[in-house]
């Protein structure tokens, strides 16, 4: 391998180091995404049953192993404000997601880009 096909090579295997790296993260971010929007669903159930729930009903929160009295209105803004939060959070996720999805395209084709460089070099001796 001359010169120039051994820095193409190195070019194109640090292209693909970085796409590799570039997917593991986004796995990572998929599956806390997936974890996020569970709990974005669990939260609004948990909503829906409180604004079912008239002034009369008693809310509980379980403590460690305590069950303490709660508020109804208390317990619908603290749930409110973690729905707001996860969202936001979600939003983040997918911010992030979408950016890293670009940069792996970019690596994409920087390593076709390398890999047909190499092949014409590799095809010219």
Not at 83 to 98: A, G
Request: glycine share 2%; proline share 2%; hydrophobic share 35%.
């Amino acid at each position: 391998m001359d010169k120039n096909s051994a820095a193409l090579y190195k070019k194109m295997q640090t292209e693909v180091e970085s796409y590799q790296t570039l997917q593991k993260s986004c796995v990572k971010m998929v599956k806390q995404r997936a974890l996020l929007e569970s709990q974005l669903n669990e939260n609004k159930c948990v909503l829906d049953e409180l604004n079912l729930l008239g002034p009369d009903n008693k809310v509980f929160k379980l403590f460690g192993p305590v069950l303490v009295k709660q508020e109804l209105e208390d317990s619908r803004q603290n749930v409110g404000k973690r729905i707001e939060y996860i969202s936001k959070e979600l939003k983040s996720s997918s911010d992030t997601l979408e950016n890293m999805e670009k940069d792996m395209l970019k690596h994409r084709e920087a390593v076709a880009k390398y890999q047909q460089q190499w092949q014409v070099a590799a095809a010219m001796k």
